[in-house]
């Protein structure tokens, strides 16, 4: 077995925890259920020292059901401790950053012993606001904010550009469901095939939540329940229903504690329960998706996993346990076939929660619970390798992390390829008044979104010129949203107007 160093990064626990009630007045806020997933976390750890008392830093997943100003303050009040506080920008990716960054800290000797925790409480104030109920959440002072505020941990990054947002392309409901009929149109396949395919991968993952104990749905569905709009599985966002979109309805947290191999020798917390991170990285596509290269694939998560799984001398084939992002179905696949992957293949489980739309989804939070079933799932496979990916924005920022019961032959190693990612090709904005003169314009992926009774209401499409410029096309027209809802419609050529509507061509 390899040498473990005192600078050895090593996650010693984690705690996970729901809040479930009706009435939103009685509900508690996120940093509540923060403190409690840091608390589950302590007692996960077993170990004969406070390692909540002991942490230098408080890292907490940026927050959207609550502006608290300074949520780890809040935490950490709670929790009785001053250490340094720590937030991080919005995205997916968050949580695992945060394992690739306090590791590094770690290993240079910035830091002994970290608590990260994610968690919202969506639902909650949903239930709140729907019922005109007014929540005394708590909110740091702004003066106190001005004086003493967090670090920040990691870059944000603008996701859509002007044009995208004056379309009003912005929601990702709206855009991985035109990703999924890319990906259809690239497979070759025709649509009810790939409906079938996506629709037995999604039950797959719903499977796995309803034997996960903190999923938030545990109800194994088949294919057809997933697939099939119905009074209880409404159309969103074609060909998503429902059930294949993210379920951000929840109030969940979860908490690792990560510390040095010396600190947690110190804590006397036991080796057994030790899991390390063996290597990471975090890498973003080009982030409009108007200058993707194409909607079928991600060349960054292709790069961020190939230097993941190297500098952990590992290839794809040695991951015995996998938490693929999934969102939505479009994500799980465009991550699995750029790490080489099949995700239509029932011989291997691409999730251990059951992802967002089973497991819950609260929003930036999510991979705080995949890190943490990770753990459990390699304590119970004592040597095995697992491999998390966690995604932000439209398939957007990536963060990968490897992990083992087994200690690294080498220290905690890190990639950022992002220099190598810039440099791929770019397909660059059309505007429509010149798209209306190009006559090859022609369909590359497209969705129609439904209202909250199902009816159609709006169609989107990415379209592409003759000189590989990509605009983007909106309609209304009843007859078009009938049209692209039956039968394969990438590849077909349509005109652009000059206010972004689209037809097909006569």
């Given at each position: 077995?390899?040498?473990?160093?005192?600078?050895?990064?090593?996650?010693?626990?984690?705690?996970?925890?729901?809040?479930?009630?009706?009435?939103?007045?009685?509900?508690?806020?996120?940093?509540?259920?923060?403190?409690?997933?840091?608390?589950?976390?302590?007692?996960?750890?077993?170990?004969?020292?406070?390692?909540?008392?002991?942490?230098?830093?408080?890292?907490?997943?940026?927050?959207?059901?609550?502006?608290?100003?300074?949520?780890?303050?809040?935490?950490?009040?709670?929790?009785?401790?001053?250490?340094?506080?720590?937030?991080?920008?919005?995205?997916?990716?968050?949580?695992?950053?945060?394992?690739?960054?306090?590791?590094?800290?770690?290993?240079?000797?910035?830091?002994?012993?970290?608590?990260?925790?994610?968690?919202?409480?969506?639902?909650?104030?949903?239930?709140?606001?729907?019922?005109?109920?007014?929540?005394?959440?708590?909110?740091?002072?702004?003066?106190?904010?001005?004086?003493?505020?967090?670090?920040?941990?990691?870059?944000?990054?603008q996701m859509s550009n002007a044009?995208?947002?004056?379309?009003?392309?912005?929601?990702?409901?709206?855009?991985?469901?035109?990703?999924?009929?890319?990906?259809?149109?690239?497979?070759?396949?025709?649509?009810?095939?790939?409906?079938?395919?996506?629709?037995?991968?999604?039950?797959?993952?719903?499977?796995?939540?309803?034997?996960?104990?903190?999923?938030?749905?545990?109800?194994?569905?088949?294919?057809?329940?997933?697939?099939?709009?119905?009074?209880?599985?409404?159309?969103?966002?074609?060909?998503?229903?429902?059930?294949?979109?993210?379920?951000?309805?929840?109030?969940?947290?979860?908490?690792?504690?990560?510390?040095?191999?010396?600190?947690?020798?110190?804590?006397?917390?036991?080796?057994?329960?030790?899991?390390?991170?063996?290597?990471?990285?975090?890498?973003?596509?080009?982030?409009?998706?108007?200058?993707?290269?194409?909607?079928?694939?991600?060349?960054?998560?292709?790069?961020?996993?190939?230097?993941?799984?190297?500098?952990?001398?590992?290839?794809?084939?040695?991951?015995?346990?996998?938490?693929?992002?999934s969102c939505f179905p479009s994500?799980?696949?465009?991550?699995?076939?750029?790490?080489?992957?099949?995700?239509?293949?029932?011989?291997?489980?691409?999730?251990?929660?059951?992802?967002?739309?089973?497991?819950?989804?609260?929003?930036?939070?999510?991979?705080?619970?995949?890190?943490?079933?990770?753990?459990?799932?390699?304590?119970?496979?004592?040597?095995?390798?697992?491999?998390?990916?966690?995604?932000?924005?439209?398939?957007?920022?990536?963060?990968?992390?490897?992990?083992?019961?087994?200690?690294?032959?080498?220290?905690?190693?890190?990639?950022?390829?992002?220099?190598?990612?810039?440099?791929?090709?770019?397909?660059?904005?059309?505007?429509?008044?010149?798209?209306?003169?190009?006559?090859?314009?022609?369909?590359?992926?497209?969705?129609?979104?439904?209202?909250?009774?199902?009816?159609?209401?709006?169609?989107?499409?990415?379209?592409?010129?003759?000189?590989?410029?990509?605009?983007?096309?909106?309609?209304?027209?009843?007859?078009?949203?009938?049209?692209?809802?039956?039968?394969e419609h990438v590849g077909e050529?349509?005109?652009?107007?000059?206010?972004?509507?689209?037809?097909?061509?006569?």
């Open positions: 077995m390899p040498t473990i160093s005192a600078r050895t990064p090593v996650i010693i626990g984690v705690g996970q925890v729901q809040q479930r009630v009706d009435d939103p007045s009685e509900a508690a806020d996120a940093t509540v259920l923060m403190a409690n997933a840091i608390r589950s976390a302590a007692e996960d750890a077993t170990s004969t020292g406070d390692p909540i008392r002991s942490a230098d830093v408080l890292a907490i997943v940026h927050t959207l059901s609550w502006r608290y100003g300074d949520p780890a303050r809040v935490v950490a009040d709670r929790l009785g401790i001053s250490p340094r506080r720590v937030v991080t920008p919005m995205g997916g990716n968050s949580p695992q950053s945060l394992v690739n960054s306090a590791s590094q800290r770690i290993l240079r000797g910035e830091l002994d012993c970290a608590l990260l925790v994610g968690g919202e409480t969506w639902r909650s104030r949903m239930r709140a606001r729907k019922h005109g109920v007014d929540l005394d959440w708590p909110k740091v002072d702004p003066e106190v904010l001005e004086q003493e505020p967090p670090e920040t941990w990691g870059h944000d990054l044009e995208e947002t004056e379309l009003g392309l912005i929601m990702p409901v709206q855009v991985y469901p035109m990703f999924e009929t890319a990906i259809r149109a690239a497979r070759g396949v025709s649509p009810e095939q790939h409906l079938a395919d996506v629709g037995r991968m999604w039950s797959a993952f719903s499977a796995v939540a309803e034997q996960n104990p903190n999923a938030w749905l545990r109800q194994s569905l088949s294919p057809s329940e997933i697939t099939t709009p119905s009074e209880s599985n409404r159309m969103v966002g074609y060909p998503y229903t429902k059930a294949m979109n993210s379920n951000n309805d929840v109030d969940m947290a979860a908490a690792i504690i990560i510390c040095s191999a010396e600190h947690a020798e110190s804590l006397g917390a036991p080796r057994d329960h030790w899991v390390f991170p063996h290597s990471g990285s975090d890498c973003h596509e080009h982030p409009f998706i108007t200058d993707r290269d194409n909607f079928s694939q991600t060349p960054a998560v292709e790069l961020g996993g190939r230097h993941a799984l190297e500098l952990a001398s590992l290839d794809i084939d040695d991951i015995a346990h996998l938490d693929l992002y994500a799980v696949q465009l991550g699995a076939r750029s790490l080489g992957i099949d995700p239509y293949s029932e011989s291997r489980p691409l999730t251990q929660t059951g992802g967002l739309s089973f497991a819950g989804g609260p929003w930036n939070e999510y991979v705080m619970h995949s890190i943490a079933t990770m753990v459990e799932t390699l304590r119970n496979d004592p040597g095995s390798t697992g491999l998390v990916w966690a995604n932000g924005g439209f398939v957007t920022k990536h963060a990968f992390g490897t992990y083992s019961t087994t200690p690294p032959s080498q220290d905690f190693r890190h990639a950022e390829p992002q220099d190598e990612i810039d440099a791929l090709p770019k397909a660059g904005w059309a505007d429509a008044e010149t798209a209306s003169h190009d006559s090859t314009t022609h369909i590359e992926a497209y969705t129609v979104m439904h209202g909250r009774t199902s009816q159609p209401e709006t169609a989107w499409a990415a379209i592409r010129l003759a000189d590989g410029r990509r605009t983007f096309g909106k309609s209304d027209d009843p007859a078009l949203l009938a049209h692209l809802l039956e039968g050529v349509v005109q652009v107007m000059s206010d972004h509507r689209f037809e097909p061509m006569n």
